[in-house]
């Protein structure tokens, strides 16, 4: 048994790694900002210690896992490297912790976590795995066989791992901060695909893979029919869609999916692929995937005051059309009210037209000001700019979010990866309040 503490626990990745370590009988501590986020719920259900950042918490006998969000001068790590302690940057330890087991990596500019949690899902129900999922959720099986991780591309930190399986869902241009363009991004990609031990699991409908030559063995999934894993008769269920599956040919039959969306197909068709090549029983994979729950800030829905809301972590161009798409198909002939948060002033500066353009597929905008991010100083470029490309868009504030009430059969759609849920929450506590008062709004 180990001693950890991490530097920024209440990260997504971060907080899922403490909960591994924890279930696999470590003693973990972390320091993070006092802000409370969704993260930290199952941390304190582990009775994970947490604490405010402070020069105190580095003491002897810890080893010492910090996030990529903060830099070598920040006031633990500092003091961590002082003392010479020993100091793991995340993806790094990750790198040698998946190093013990058969590890499955899940990769791709879009669709990652989904990918992710839909495959420890359907794998760890039939097999034991332990896994780490970018929502936050990590969970550790002692004595398992399998570890299934999300893998990131940002500032080629995947390079870190060489996992035995790698998914790869998709490849874009993202994270304008750090790649120069789609070759630099592709490079990253093809880096990471040569460490790959046994086989790419990778969406051959998607040309920048199909442009990769890796020279590793490759199953490739789709719609196309050149691929070696196909989707077909794909048509809306009652609670979530139907597609037959083919696989070199060979008939898998039918399966029913709990989500919507065309995006989704094809990260089913990826989770199918992994348990293929690891001789699952397809009876049994065919009924888990049935039942996956979703993961956080996917897709996340609720009814409130008899509105639909989601929540979804949609922050580039090419997610905010797929999770349209799949609002279109499960909630046909309803209004769609699209409320998104910029998450960099990169991001918006690069994609800014293409924003604007994905955004239009709603029936009514609302924008909210730049998350931004540690990672970036404040752009010049502001909301304004997009306000000025989506005509009939209006600015979103906490004063004037009653707005979004105004029209009560609307799905209210929140998509952004910084704190868009403070304005989801907004809205709630004011139906809530107008509800208490005997005045439902609406």
């Known amino acids: 048994m180990s001693n950890f503490h991490l530097i920024g626990i209440k990260g997504a990745g971060m907080s899922a790694l403490a909960q591994i370590l924890a279930d696999l009988g470590h003693e973990v501590q972390g320091s993070d900002v006092e802000t409370r986020y969704f993260t930290q719920t199952r941390l304190e259900q582990r009775q994970i210690r947490l604490l405010p950042f402070d020069r105190g918490n580095i003491r002897d006998g810890l080893t010492v896992i910090a996030s ?40 791709g500019t879009h669709g990652k976590t989904t990918t992710t949690g839909w495959l420890s899902h359907v794998f760890g129900s039939i097999r034991p795995a332990s896994c780490l999922i970018g929502d936050g959720t990590g969970k550790g099986v002692p004595g398992s066989r399998y570890f299934i991780f999300e893998s990131c591309e940002y500032r080629r930190h995947f390079l870190a791992y060489r996992p035995d399986y790698a998914v790869i869902t998709n490849i874009e241009f993202d994270h304008p901060d750090y790649y120069s363009g789609i070759e630099d991004v592709a490079d990253a990609f093809r880096s990471m695909a040569s460490r790959v031990g046994r086989c790419l699991i990778a969406c051959g409908d998607d040309p920048q893979i199909r442009r990769l030559e890796t020279g590793k063995p490759t199953l490739y999934y789709g719609f196309a029919s050149h691929n070696d894993l196909r989707a077909g008769n794909v048509r809306i269920a009652e609670h979530g869609t139907r ?46 995937l049935q039942t996956f729950p979703g993961v956080r800030r996917r897709f996340s829905e609720k009814s409130v005051g008899g509105r639909i809301l989601i929540d979804d972590y949609a922050h580039h161009p090419t997610e905010i059309r797929a999770v349209f798409d799949a609002v279109r198909s ?8 699209g409320v998104f948060q910029p998450h960099t002033f990169s991001r918006l500066s690069q994609f800014l037209d293409e924003f604007a353009e994905s955004l239009s597929l709603a029936d009514q905008v609302y924008l909210c000001d730049v998350f931004g991010s540690a990672r970036e100083a404040a ?26 009430a105004d029209d009560p059969d609307s799905v ?31």
């Open 330 to 337: 499960k909630y046909p002939g309803r209004r769609i009210v």
């Open 68 to 107: 990529n969000a903060f830099k070598d001068h920040h006031v633990e790590i500092a003091e961590s490297l002082r003392r010479g302690m020993p100091f793991y940057r995340y993806h790094d330890f990750v790198g040698e912790l998946i190093s013990s087991f058969t590890s499955i990596a899940v990769t």
């Open 412 to 442: 209210l759609l929140f998509m952004g990866a910084g704190d868009i849920q403070k304005y989801q929450d907004w809205l709630e506590e004011m139906i809530r309040q107008g509800e208490t008062a005997g005045s439902p709004l609406p």
């Open 379 to 404: 752009g010049s470029l502001g909301i304004e700019a997009l306000l000025e490309r989506i005509p009939s868009s209006r600015h979103l504030r906490e004063n004037n979010i009653g707005q979004l």
């Open 243 to 288: 597609v037959d599956v083919v696989y070199r040919d060979s008939p898998l039959g039918t399966f029913t999916l709990p989500l919507h969306g065309r995006h989704n197909v094809l990260n089913a068709l990826a989770v199918i692929g992994v348990c293929l090549l690891e001789d699952l029983n397809m009876e049994e994979v065919r009924g888990h």
